[in-house]
């Protein structure tokens, strides 16, 4: 079973950078496309980037665009997603989740990693 663990979170302000990253452990993320999504109070889940399994296609929210950039690395089993220029509204809970071939992504999340954008 694939367990996806998020980190990298924090309070930074606007315009800062910040790094997160979505470790697998109990299987391998190469054959997954691979989503960051993010939620913030009261609002519903988003999504913000995804990266197909060869790293050929990917896509960003209007939102981050040119301001974040997600990249995979197989050999570690990890995915980032790299924050700039960061502004108050990027403020959510950040997770990442998975989607096999021909799949929607999972209907189950972890916990996630806050990341709080304010002066």
């Known amino acids: 079973q694939l367990q996806l663990d998020e980190s990298g979170g924090g309070q930074v302000q606007p315009g800062g950078t910040l790094t997160l990253s979505c470790a697998a452990s109990g299987g391998t993320l190469r054959d997954y496309s691979i989503g960051w999504f993010h939620q913030a109070p009261g609002k519903e889940r988003e999504g913000v980037s995804c990266i197909s399994n060869g790293g050929g296609q990917i896509n960003y929210a209007d939102s981050v665009k040119g301001r974040f950039t997600i990249s995979r690395d197989n050999a570690e089993n990890t995915v980032y997603l790299q924050m700039n220029s960061l502004k108050p509204e990027d403020t959510a809970v950040y997770s990442c989740?998975?989607?096999?071939?021909?799949?929607?992504?999972?209907?189950?999340w972890g916990q996630g990693t806050q990341v709080t954008v304010s002066s």
């Open positions: 989740n998975v989607a096999g071939p021909g799949t929607g992504w999972r209907t189950y």
